[in-house]
Nanobody, 121 residues
Framework: QVQLVESGGGLVQAGGSLRLSCAAS????????MGWYRQAPGKQRELVAA???????NYADSVKGRFTISRDNAKNTVYLQMNSLKPEDTAVYYC???????????????WGQGTQVTVSS
């Protein structure tokens, strides 16, 4: 009923930039928040950035000043602009959305399949 489609991952050199996109589709009534998580080898999944429908944002300390999250509510799409990338940013990045489906009783978390970001030194 709901699908999140991610794009924009890839391989870049340290100091480079990437822009991730995630579009939600399906029988959506509302999206309360969207965000990005990442999981590096041997580490726990962590929040990178999140944004509410009202525009409030939250960033991990490690990416503040380098990453910017934005959202197009009309298109149910969230973006993550990643600048000044470091090898430590290498991870699988997952899109997340908190969605109420049409005729749904409550909010539910949906996840994308993940996209690989690799930063070489």
């Amino acid at each position: 009923q709901v699908q999140l489609v991610e794009s924009g991952g890839g391989l870049v050199q340290a100091g480079g930039s990437l822009r991730l996109s995630c579009a939600a589709s399906g029988s959506i009534f509302s999206i309360n928040a969207m965000g990005w998580y990442r999981q590096a080898p041997g580490k726990q999944r962590e929040l990178v950035a999140a944004i509410t429908s009202g525009g409030s944002t939250n960033y991990a300390d490690s990416v503040k000043g380098r990453f910017t999250i934005s959202r197009d509510n009309a298109k149910n799409t969230v973006y993550l602009q990643m600048n000044s990338l470091k090898p430590e940013d290498t991870a699988v990045y997952y899109c997340n959305a908190r969605i109420v489906v049409v005729n749904g009783p409550y909010e539910y978390d949906y996840w994308g399949q993940g996209t690989q970001v690799t930063v070489s030194s």
